[in-house]
C-alpha cells in the first residue's frame, strides 16, 4: 500500500518570505499523481498544485512550486512571496494512475507572521 | 465555477441512530468519492463510485457504510448505525476523466 509522510506538523514563516514544506511517499508503482491540497480553518479542500509522475518538469503555479525527485521517492511544496492568506494546513497525496483513491499525509500547519 | 456542493454543513445525531450526508457533485462529473476527516488527523478515503457501483472502498467503509446515486444529481452517504467515532467531517468529491478530485466544503457529523 502507498504510504506519505509529511515530518514537519508545523512550519512558520514571515510574511514575504520563502518557505518549504516537505513530503515523502512510498510507492512500487512507476506512474502516479501527487497533489498539494490547503485546508483553512474554513475545512475546505483546496488544491494548490499537482505534479504527474512521469513529467520531469517541476510544476509550478504561482508563487507555488514543486521540487519533485522521483528516485527519491520526494515531493515538496516551496512558497515563494508568503502571504498571510497563506497560512493553512497543507497536506500532500498520492494517487495511483490505476487507482482512484487519494491517499493524504499527516499535513503541515503553516503559520505566516506578519 | 461549477463547485461540488454538501448538505447539510453540520449534522448532530445520537449515537445508534441513521444519518444521510448529500452531495451535489460538478454536473458533467462521472467519479464520486467520499472522504473522513476526524478532528485532527489527516483525510482518510472511504469509497469511489462509478457507473452507478463502488470503484473501491478502504478498509474504514463496513457494513454500516452505504453510497447511492438516487437520481441525476445527488450522491449520499448513509451511516446505518452511527457511533461516537463516526463524529468527523466527511467531503465529497468529484471528478471527470481526469486526476483532479474537486471537494465540497465538507458536512461536520457529531454523534452525542
Known amino acids: 500500500a502507498q504510504t506519505v509522510t509529511q515530518s514537519q506538523p508545523e512550519m512558520s514563516v514571515q510574511e514575504a518570505e520563502t518557505v518549504t514544506l516537505s513530503c515523502t511517499y512510498d510507492?512500487?508503482?512507476?506512474?502516479?499523481?501527487l497533489f498539494w491540497y490547503k485546508q483553512p480553518p474554513s475545512r475546505q479542500m483546496i488544491l494548490v498544485i499537482r505534479?504527474?509522475?512521469?513529467?520531469?518538469q517541476n510544476a509550478t503555479e504561482n508563487r507555488f512550486s514543486v521540487n519533485f525527485q522521483k528516485a527519491a521517492k520526494s515531493f515538496s511544496l516551496k512558497i515563494s512571496d508568503s502571504q498571510l492568506g497563506d497560512a493553512a494546513m497543507y497536506f500532500c497525496?498520492?494517487?495511483?494512475?490505476?487507482?482512484?483513491?487519494?491517499?493524504f499525509g499527516e499535513g503541515t500547519q503553516l503559520t505566516v507572521n506578519p | 465555477e461549477p463547485e461540488v456542493t454538501q448538505t447539510p454543513s453540520h449534522q448532530v445525531t445520537q449515537m445508534g441512530q441513521e444519518v444521510i450526508l448529500r452531495c451535489v457533485p460538478i454536473?458533467?462529473?462521472?467519479?464520486f468519492y467520499w472522504y473522513r476527516q476526524i478532528l485532527g488527523q489527516k483525510v482518510e478515503f472511504l469509497v469511489s463510485?462509478?457507473?452507478?457501483?463502488?470503484?473501491?472502498k478502504s478498509e474504514i467503509f463496513d457494513d454500516q457504510f452505504s453510497v447511492e446515486r438516487p437520481d441525476g444529481s445527488n450522491f449520499t452517504l448513509k451511516i446505518r448505525s452511527t457511533k461516537l467515532e463516526d463524529s468527523a467531517m466527511y467531503f465529497c468529491?468529484?471528478?471527470?476523466?481526469?486526476?483532479?478530485?474537486?471537494f465540497g466544503p465538507g458536512t461536520r457529523l457529531t454523534v452525542l
Open positions: 468529491a468529484s471528478s471527470d476523466f481526469g486526476a483532479y478530485q474537486y
Open positions: 510507492t512500487s508503482e512507476s506512474d502516479y499523481y
Open positions: 505534479q504527474e509522475a512521469y513529467k520531469q
Open positions: 497525496a498520492y494517487r495511483s494512475v490505476s487507482g482512484s483513491r487519494l491517499t
Open positions: 454536473s458533467n462529473h462521472l467519479y
Open positions: 463510485f462509478y457507473n452507478n457501483e463502488i470503484s473501491e
